[in-house]
């Protein structure tokens, strides 16, 4: 249970983060388009290379770009995760387009659905759950035994159907699915993407920008998973006011930038 000066310092977070994004999404619209998505592939470039490192893996800016820039012509054998990278990418893709579509809501099977991107090979065997528990996973807080995962994962399906859900703040929901999903871990392989990118779609939903959570902040990630959600919740507040001050800060200095002369014939 959080103390009273936690719970303080929480809803003084939410106000701050609030009156960001609020700023955030008032500048964004009349933002010029070709400047937003060239911001877009880097964030997103940005999003690859954190959540890699997040599961232990290092990626260039080049092998990022060359795998998910559709303008270069690259060559997969060259670059070893380059499916893995792809899949993420499709995967936050498939997220964003699922956000703005009013008519479907967010359920347990939209998590299911970003799995199947990320696994394709699981999803032809129908994404069976986890038989045993990994023996070298990068993740180390307690997660659901194998013949627990089925009521486990039905209890989240009803937790995030309940309006009750649904009336809390945007970002402690996220948090509290993320921190939920990841205590069950379905599978072995994917689940912590998975609740990543389900975590970014329901930003996305709400009108929020979405979170990177930075290599640097790998080992404080994995403890707030062993904790309680407030420890992820936190962490989450703190990624998408980043998001929303690290653009608004770019188009403001772009603003003040010196207009480029034009090189004589």
Known sequence: MLRYKETEDIDARFVEVDRVCQAWRAR????????????????RISLIHHDAALEGEVL????IKAAIDPTIIS??????????????NEACDWAAEFATNKKKPFKFDTLRDIYGILSPEEKAKGLPYRKENPLHRLYYHDIASPEKIVPALKKLSDWIDDPASKQLHPIERIATMHARFMAVFPWAKESGRTARVASNLLLIEAGYPTAVIHSIDRQRYY?????????????YLEAVQTSAETELRLYEEAEK?????RKRA
Do not use: T, W
């Not at 260039?60 to 092998?63: A, K, P």
């Not at 060559?75 to 990278?85: G, K, Q, R, T, V």
């Not at 403890?223 to 962490?235: D, I, N, T, V």
């Not at 930038?257 to 002369?261: D, I, Q, T, V």
């Open 28 to 43: 964004v619209g009349g933002v010029n388009a070709s400047m937003r998505a060239e911001y877009l592939l880097r964030y």
């Open 257 to 261: 930038a010196p207009p480029r002369k």
């Open 223 to 235: 403890e707030s998973l062993r904790g309680e959600a407030s420890g992820l919740l936190s962490l």
């Open 60 to 63: 260039s800016y080049s092998e």
């Open 75 to 88: 060559d997969p054998s060259l670059i070893p995760a380059y499916d893995e990278i792809r899949r993420f």
